[in-house]
């Protein structure tokens, strides 16, 4: 029993006073301001870290913007703006100049206007589709449903002047430009189906009429041909072919 009332004593002695306490409360109560300040110890206290001078702002005061290096990829995206801005619109790239089929109608309009070979020499067709369709529709206005000899005289008609001219000029045109000049001036003949709605061309007036506005279809065409072909006091040989294929669709206006 002694041994055991040794050990309890060696066992519970310590060397811990209030004195301790009193100490470990007033070093707790100050870690504890210093915790809630923000500040530390001096003895805690860290050495700043190096800062390479670059990276310090000037005497000035006043702080740089970062600019950032040039990289390809950026000019190539410029360029690529750069580009693309100086397309060319929709309708030039599809061939639809207006002002071009505005100078076309005009020059159709007037015989004795000179033509212009470098805007005539030109594969539009938006014109011509338009004349057909409106040659056809007013045909259809009158009664008469005449659309599939219209386009079927048109391709026959552009394939067989083509043909002649080939032979007639050297340079020679392209398919699409004789069925553009062809069916640009198939304008008058729109004109004369239109009198049609309005009186009968079955008589004396009818038949002058139609005489003429095959002889103005035939001197349009036949002008714009030796302009852009620069066939030069040929016009009655190229205007003779063109006022028989003329011809045939005042067969279909006025009959």
Same mark, same amino acid.
């Given at each position: 029993?002694?041994?055991?009332?040794? #050990?309890?004593?060696?066992?519970?002695?310590?060397?811990?006073?209030?004195?301790?306490? !009193?100490?470990?409360?007033?070093?707790?109560?100050?870690?504890?301001?210093?915790?809630?300040?923000?500040?530390? *110890?001096?003895?805690?206290?860290?050495? *700043?870290?190096?800062?390479?001078?670059?990276?310090?702002?000037?005497? @000035? @005061?006043?702080?740089?913007? #970062?600019?950032?290096?040039?990289?390809?990829?950026?000019?190539?995206?410029?360029?690529?703006?750069?580009?693309?801005?100086? !397309?060319? *619109?929709?309708?030039? !790239?599809?061939?639809?100049?207006?002002?071009?089929?505005?100078?076309?109608?005009?020059?159709?309009?007037?015989?004795?206007?000179?033509?212009?070979?470098?805007?005539?020499?030109?594969?539009?067709?938006?014109?011509?589709?338009?004349?057909? =369709?409106?040659?056809?529709?007013?045909?259809?206005?009158?009664?008469?449903?005449?659309?599939?000899?219209?386009?079927?005289?048109?391709?026959?008609?552009?394939?067989?002047?083509?043909?002649?001219?080939?032979?007639?000029?050297?340079? @020679?045109?392209?398919?699409?430009?004789?069925?553009?000049?062809?069916?640009?001036?198939?304008?008058?003949? =729109?004109?004369?189906?239109?009198?049609?709605?309005?009186?009968?061309?079955?008589?004396?007036?009818?038949?002058?009429?139609?005489?003429?506005?095959?002889?103005?279809?035939?001197?349009?065409?036949?002008?714009?041909?030796?302009?852009?072909?620069?066939?030069?006091?040929?016009?009655?040989?190229?205007?003779? *072919?063109?006022?028989? #294929?003329?011809?045939?669709?005042?067969?279909?206006? =006025?009959?």
């Amino acid at each position: 029993m002694s041994n055991l009332g040794q #050990f309890d004593s060696d066992f519970y002695q310590s060397n811990y006073t209030i004195d301790n306490q !009193e100490l470990s409360s007033e070093d707790s109560n100050a870690y504890g301001h210093l915790y809630v300040s923000g500040k530390q *110890p001096a003895s805690d206290q860290r050495q *700043p870290a190096f800062i390479p001078p670059e990276m310090l702002l000037p005497s @000035g @005061g006043e702080a740089q913007l #970062f600019q950032p290096a040039s990289s390809p990829d950026y000019y190539s995206q410029s360029s690529y703006v750069d580009s693309f801005e100086e !397309e060319p *619109p929709l309708l030039e !790239e599809l061939g639809i100049n207006f002002n071009h089929i505005w100078q076309k109608t005009l020059t159709v309009l007037n015989p004795l206007k000179p033509a212009d070979g470098s805007i005539m020499n030109e594969t539009d067709l938006t014109g011509p589709i338009l004349f057909c =369709v409106t040659l056809g529709a007013t045909l259809l206005l009158a009664g008469k449903v005449q659309f599939g000899y219209v386009y079927g005289l048109s391709a026959v008609g552009c394939l067989g002047i083509h043909t002649l001219l080939s032979l007639m000029s050297s340079p @020679g045109l392209s398919c699409g430009c004789v069925a553009s000049v062809l069916g640009y001036c198939l304008l008058p003949m =729109v004109i004369l189906s239109g009198c049609g709605l309005v009186f009968s061309l079955q008589g004396t007036f009818g038949t002058v009429l139609a005489l003429v506005i095959i002889g103005w279809c035939s001197l349009s065409a036949s002008k714009i041909f030796i302009s852009a072909l620069d066939m030069k006091g040929q016009q009655l040989l190229v205007a003779y *072919p063109c006022a028989l #294929f003329y011809g045939l669709f005042a067969l279909l206006t =006025v009959f």
